[in-house]
C-alpha cells in the first residue's frame, strides 16, 4: 500500500519530465527572491514552458529578474495597484507560481485566481486550514488548477521509496524517524524569522520530515507536539510525535537552530530503509532487510530538481484536471489541519489567524 500516489513522471522507465506533454503554457512568477530564482531555471528547461511574465514589488528587481530568464513582460508595484494584480490582468498568462513568504499566499493565490489563473503555490498554501479550504472552494467553483508545491512528492528517490515500502520488503511499518534542521541566523525582517509572514520552522521545514511519515504510515491518529517558541511568538525548534492505530509511530524534528543529520528512516518487522541528507531530496537510499546485506540505490538529478513537480503541474493542466493526484486538495487540508493543532498546542499564532474568513 502506498500512501502517496506516484506521478507518472516518477515511474520507472518515464520520459524525461523536461519532455512535453502536450500544448504550452505559459508561466507568471510573482516574487524574484531565491526561491523563485531556482524553480523559474527549471521552468525555463520544460519543452513545453513559455516565461511569459514576472512580478514584483519593485521595478528594478521585476527588470532585473525578467532580463536574467527572459520573461517576456515584467510587472511592478504602480501606486495603489501591485505588481502581482497587473501580472494577473495580462490574457498571456495561463498559469502562476506563487514564491512569495506564507503570510502573502492567501491573498495572492486567491487574487490569481480570481482572475482566473491557474495556481502553483509554495508550501504552506495557506497560514490555516481557513485559508486554504477558502482557496480549495475557488478553485473548484472555477474549474481552476491549484496544488501546493511539495516538489518532494513527485521525485524519483522518494516514490522508489514508497515502491519498496508498499513492496513488503519491510514487512509491516512500526516506526518513522525524520529531521530537517539547520541554524538559520536570527533576523526578524527576514522570511523565516518575521511572524508576519508566517515564520517559524513549523510551516516551512516540518512538511518535509511530515511527508515520510505521510508516505510510509499515512495520516495519523494522534499529534502530540512540544517545541520552542521565542519572543517574536514563533516556534524555532519543534518535536512531533505522531501515532496510529496499528500502535506505529512517527518522530519527526524541525529546527531553525540546529543542524540535524536531515535524514529519514522507515523501520519495519522485516528490515530498515533510510535516506542519505537531504531527506526532502535524496540521491541515495540504503536498505537492509534483517540480518541481511545492505544494498544502496542511487538517483541522479535533472536540473534543481522542481522539474519532476513542474512537470505533473503541466501534465494536470493540459489535461484538463484541477487537482494532481499525488498532492491533491484533500492531503493540503489535512496537513492544515495538522500544523494547526501542533500550533494550538505550541502556543504560535499568526495575524492570518485572527483575519475573518473571506465573503
Known amino acids: 500500500m ?12 518515464a520520459p524525461s519530465p523536461l519532455e512535453a506533454t502536450g500544448r504550452p503554457l505559459r508561466w507568471g512568477v510573482v516574487s ?19 516565461l511569459q511574465a514576472v512580478s514584483s514589488r519593485s521595478e528594478a528587481n521585476a527588470v532585473e529578474f525578467g532580463d536574467r530568464f527572459g520573461f517576456a513582460a515584467c510587472y511592478f508595484d504602480d501606486g495603489p495597484v501591485r505588481g502581482y494584480e497587473r501580472l494577473f490582468a495580462d490574457p498571456a498568462v495561463d498559469v502562476v507560481y506563487v514564491a512569495t513568504p506564507h503570510g502573502q499566499h492567501y491573498e495572492i493565490a486567491r487574487r490569481a485566481l480570481e482572475a482566473g489563473k491557474h495556481v502553483l503555490c509554495e508550501k504552506s498554501l495557506a497560514i490555516n486550514a481557513r485559508e486554504a479550504a477558502e482557496l480549495i472552494e475557488l478553485a473548484r467553483g472555477r474549474g481552476l488548477f491549484l496544488m501546493e ?22 514487512g509491516t511499518i512500526h516506526w518513522v524517524q525524520a529531521d530537517l534542521g539547520f541554524p538559520a541566523p536570527y533576523d526578524v525582517t527576514t522570511r523565516l524569522w518575521n511572524p508576519a509572514a508566517g515564520g517559524g520552522a513549523l510551516l516551512d521545514l516540518a512538511v518535509y520530515p511530515l511527508t515520510w511519515a505521510l508516505g510510509a504510515l499515512g495520516y495519523p491518529q494522534t499529534v502530540t507536539a512540544v517545541g520552542h517558541v521565542n519572543e517574536d511568538g514563533i516556534d524555532d525548534q519543534n518535536a512531533l510525535t505522531l501515532t496510529y492505530s496499528s500502535g506505529a509511530q512517527a518522530q519527526l524534528t524541525s529546527s531553525l537552530l540546529a543542524w540535524s543529520p536531515r535524514t529519514a528512516t522507515v523501520a519495519g518487522s522485516h528490515g530498515w530503509l533510510r535516506t542519505d541528507s537531504p531527506l526532502h531530496n535524496p540521491s541515495e537510499l540504503v536498505i537492509e532487510q534483517h540480518r541481511g546485506r545492505l544494498r544502496t540505490e542511487r538517483f541522479g538529478q535533472i536540473g534543481n530538481g522542481f522539474t519532476y513537480q513542474l512537470r505533473e503541474v503541466t501534465r494536470c493542466i493540459q489535461a484538463g484536471l484541477t487537482a494532481s493526484p499525488t498532492m491533491p486538495w484533500e492531503h493540503t487540508l489535512k496537513t492544515m489541519r495538522l500544523f494547526d493543532g501542533v500550533r494550538a ?8 489567524d485572527r483575519i475573518p474568513a473571506a465573503d
Do not use: K
Open 149 to 170: 508545491a511539495i516538489w518532494s512528492r513527485f521525485l524519483p528517490a522518494i516514490n522508489r521509496a514508497w515502491q519498496i515500502i508498499a513492496s513488503g520488503e519491510l
Open 345 to 352: 498546542q505550541l502556543g504560535v499564532s499568526y495575524i492570518n
Open 32 to 50: 524574484t527572491g531565491r526561491m523563485a530564482g531556482r524553480v523559474t531555471e527549471d521552468i525555463a528547461r520544460l519543452e513545453d514552458a513559455v
Open 2 to 13: 502506498t500512501h502517496i500516489v506516484p506521478p507518472p513522471c516518477a515511474e520507472p522507465g
